[in-house]
Each structure stands twice: as C-alpha cells, then as structure tokens.
C-alpha cells in the first residue's frame, strides 16, 4: 500500500542528496543560492530524460535533425531578440524584511490561496452531505464559494490589463488592493514595482569594456535561428521540419527557492518548428497534444497535468501555454509551447543583413517561415519524475514494515539491474560477477554484496532499480537465478541464460518509444 508522504517536497530534497542524485553547488562553502549538482545516480536519470527526449523528437521523427549550439553567442543577437530591452521580471522588495519577490508570482499565490479556500469548502461540503453531494451545482450556487469565485476574477482581470500595458504601477496597486503581506515580515510596507533583467552579464576577452558584454545564453532557442540557414543548406530538409537542441541557460531568477524547480543555471530541452506561414495554429494544436501525450507515456497519472493558457504573452510570442505539472507545491509550468510567428527569423534578417528566408520548391515562393516551439526545462522534468515516482510504502499491512521505493519507469531508471550473489561465499560472488559481466555490456547495472538481501532490496528500490537478480545456491547446481520486480517484489526463477533477454525486453526504449 503506498501512502503520499506528509511533506513530499522536502522528503524529495533529502533524499536526492541522501542517494546522490542532487547536490546543492558547491557545498562545502554553504553552497551557491539556486545553483545544483547531480550526484552519480542524478546524472544518470538526467542523461536517461535527455536521452528519452532526443530520441523522441529527433530519432523518432524524419524532419527533425539536432544541433548544439555555444553558450555564448554575438551580443547583438540578445539586442535583436529583444532580450536586452524585454527580458525582464517585475520586483517588489518589503521595507521591513529586506526580502525580493516577482510581483506577478504574489498576486498568482494569492489568487492560489482564494482558490485553495474555495476548494476547502467544497471538501467540507462533501463531507456533510456524503454521497448526495453535486459538487458542480454547490460550487455555482453556494454564496461564499461564488464571492470567492468573484473575487478571483476581480484580480484577474486587473492583473491581466497591467500585464498586457506593463504597467508596473498597476501590478503595485493589486498587491495594496488585495493587503498582500511579506511572507517573511508580515507587513505591507513594500517598495515600488520594477523590472529587473535576467540575463547574465560577461566580458570576452582581457579588456573589461561594455563594447565587449557578452551574455550567458538565456534561452536556448536563439542558437537555432542563428543556425536556421546552415541547417537548411546542410541536412536537406524541407518545411515542414524541426531542429532540436538539448543546453544550459542561465537566468538570474529573483525568487529562487524551488530546489531544482527554479535556477539560475538550468538546461532546456528546445525545438523550434519552421513552417508555412497561415500553417501555425495546426502545428500549435499538433505540438500540443504531441508533447502532452510525450509526458503521459511515461506512465504518470494523468491528473498530475493540465494546459494553462497564457495571460501574458512574451514579447515574441502570438500565442503560448504551459503543460503544468502538479508539482508538491502545487501546479506549475514544466513546459511551453509557444506559436513565435515569424519574429526572431525576421529580426536576425533585417539586423544581420543576410537573407533569413527559406524557397519553397512547392509553392515556388520564399518567405520567412513561422515558428512553433516547444521548451521543456530538463531539471523540473527530473523534479516532476521524482515527485511522481518517490513513495513510502507499507508492507503486508504491517505499519512497521515499509520501505522507500522510487517507482520510476523503467527506461528512465538510473539503475537497470542489480546483481546480487545472496552471500559472499561458496563461489556465489564469482558467479554472480560472471552475470554482472555480460549485463553492463548492455545496461546501466549494479553489484552489490555488502549488507543482507533485504537491505540490498531497499537499497535498490530506494534509487528506483527496476530489476535484481539474485545468485543463490541453487544457481550453482542448475544455472537459475531470481528476478525481483521492484513494483510488485514479486521473484520469478528463470535460467541464467534468460536474464539478459528478459531485462532488455522490458527496460528497452522500445517499451516507450513504439
Ligand atoms: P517561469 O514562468 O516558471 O519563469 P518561463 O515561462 O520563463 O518559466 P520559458 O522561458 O518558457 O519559462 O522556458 C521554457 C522552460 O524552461 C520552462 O517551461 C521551464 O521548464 C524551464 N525553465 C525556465 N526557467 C527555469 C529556471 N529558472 N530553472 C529551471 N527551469 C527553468
């Protein structure tokens, strides 16, 4: 039986660091505010996602091909993006406490704790009138559910109009308006509202002069469009196609408390989709049921995701919306799909003096192609997958038995297989290496034969191994071994011959890919 953990999140945090999947950055100088490290079982599950995505989007799909573009690029592509004027995010200091936050992400988790009481009263509704509730008809008819629902909508409404004017002013009213407090201080003696730009300033070469500023990447996107001719000349691709490209970005985030969820230095996992213009709404609809159905291969409930429609749309953007995960502190953007029209082509054309244009052998035509992206953060994928696999369970109802168990899918899986002789004697370790062998040709596997079985099990569940095999006494006599399946336990004796043909059946990309 499993049960949710009481404090999910930090329970997340300790056991990344517990089992070497994240690390805070340099630690052993307290660390480093929203900078991580991945640990040896961390870099494997991040290279498995990375690898799941590629082979997704790339692999699997004839008219997308990859590149890896650097992280430093010319700083007039930031200028003509529009990343040095737009790329910014509203502050607002609190006098008293001294502390920063985005004046967007306030009034958001305000409106989230009005929704949160509204969802409270309907739970206690529920509970009163038990299986007769209409839960749809008391949450349009009840009096505090639909003054809540008015209030909501108030603020919406305001926030919606300040954002779209940028009107910084605007955004300080609602917080007043709404007697939003400091977390930390309590008061609402808080300072204006402005904007603060994210990206990472640098100097190339020796002479520190402005003329030479160079910016750490912010988004991976740019290093595509600036390629978009090459790629075109070199891979022989035709509109519609895609280049897709997995990097760091870096942004120096103002409220960065979410571990891995919010960082300054992340990675992106990018495609930028060229077509026809007049053709971007269908491949907006095509990318965003392609990328959704992406995630729910992987197994997870399917409630842990939703759409959000933007209210706010980037400076580049015609339309966009996140797929949100339902992260332990609530639903928030794991990814975006964004219809980016035919900016940043048009912009790198008219700014570069190169010809930005693609010659449709169809239509006998050419024109600057439109753009639909799709942008998934690498690490709050890890962050999501944790969330989701990460389980306490109870053993054979017996509250005192249980065990930590990350039921991860098996392709993301740091650890394919385990190999564990039951003692350290009697010839059973030299049998159990000879298996070990011939698995880590293959597979991500593990010996072990320190600790009792039992432990050795946990310890495996704990970084989500899918499959163990065991070396008794009996392997020695007639050449079997068990398989222990981490979900159910169950064990299964099969011939030794067998094991490499059963793991790769089962922990293959093929399981997901097909
Ligand atoms: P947010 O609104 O949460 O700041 P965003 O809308 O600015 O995110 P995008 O510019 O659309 O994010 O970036 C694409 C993806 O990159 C996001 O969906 C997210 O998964 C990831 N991402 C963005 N910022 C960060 C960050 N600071 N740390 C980790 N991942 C990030």
């Not at 805070?24 to 900078?35: K, Q, T």
């Not at 392997?475 to 399946?485: A, C, K, M, P, Y």
Request: proline share 4%.
């Amino acid at each position: 039986m499993s049960q949710p953990s009481k404090d999910l999140f930090k329970d997340i945090v300790s056991h990344c660091k517990e089992y070497g999947f994240v690390f805070p950055s340099s630690e052993i100088y307290d660390g480093l505010g929203a900078v991580y490290d991945y640990g040896p079982n961390g870099v494997l599950l991040k290279n498995n996602i990375k690898e799941y995505w590629w082979k997704s989007m790339v692999q699997m799909h004839d008219n997308i091909v990859g590149i890896d573009a650097a992280i430093f690029m010319h700083p007039k592509t930031w200028k003509v993006s529009g990343h040095i004027d737009a790329f910014s995010d509203p502050l607002i200091d609190n006098k008293d406490s001294k502390k920063r936050y985005r004046a967007d992400v306030l009034i958001e988790d305000h409106m989230q704790k009005i929704e949160d009481k509204i969802d409270k009263e309907v739970e206690k509704a529920f509970k009163k009138f038990g299986d007769s509730f209409d839960e749809a008809l008391y949450r349009q008819t009840n009096p505090r559910v639909l003054e809540n629902r008015a209030k909501i909508d108030q603020i919406q409404e305001a926030f919606r109009i300040a954002l779209e004017n940028s009107d910084l002013d605007g955004l300080k009213k609602i917080i007043e308006d709404c007697e939003i407090v400091c977390p930390i201080s309590g008061s609402r003696n808080w300072t204006d509202v402005r904007q603060f730009n994210l990206m990472f300033k640098t100097q190339m070469g020796s002479v520190a002069d402005d003329s030479d500023a160079i910016y750490l990447r912010p988004e991976t996107a740019q290093g595509i469009f600036v390629n978009f001719l090459n790629v075109v000349n070199t891979s022989r691709q035709r509109i519609p196609f895609g280049i897709a490209q997995i990097g760091k970005a870096f942004r120096n985030e103002i409220v960065a408390r979410q571990f891995i969820f919010r960082m300054r230095e992340f990675e992106q996992m990018e495609l930028q989709f060229f077509v026809r213009p007049g053709e971007e709404v269908k491949w907006y609809e095509y990318w965003k049921e392609t990328r959704m159905k992406w995630h729910q291969k992987l197994g997870i409930d399917a409630s842990k995701y939703k759409f959000h429609d933007h209210l706010k749309l980037a400076h580049y953007a015609k339309a966009a919306l996140d797929i949100e995960f339902d992260f332990p502190f609530g639903f928030k953007e794991l990814e975006g799909v964004h219809s980016r029209g035919d900016f940043d082509l048009k912009q790198h054309q008219e700014h570069s003096g190169k010809k930005i244009q693609y010659f449709d052998p169809e239509l006998n035509q050419s024109y600057i192609p439109n753009v639909v992206e799709t942008s998934v953060g690498l690490d709050r994928m890890f962050l999501a997958v944790m969330s989701s696999a990460l389980q306490e369970e109870i053993i054979d109802n017996d509250p005192n038995n249980t065990r930590t168990v990350m039921k991860i899918h098996p392709v993301l899986a740091p650890v394919k297989v385990a190999v564990l002789p039951l003692m350290k004697k009697d010839g059973l370790p030299e049998k159990a290496h000879e298996i070990f062998k011939l698995l880590k040709l293959e597979f991500q596997a593990q010996y072990d034969e320190k600790d009792a079985i039992g432990k050795r099990y946990r310890r495996q569940d704990a970084i989500g191994t899918p499959y163990c095999i065991t070396v008794d006494h009996q392997s020695l006599e007639d050449q079997t071994v068990t398989i222990r399946e981490r979900d159910s336990m169950s064990q299964e004796r099969i011939h030794i011959d067998q094991v490499l043909e059963i793991v790769r059946a089962r922990v293959s990309w093929n399981t997901i890919l097909a």
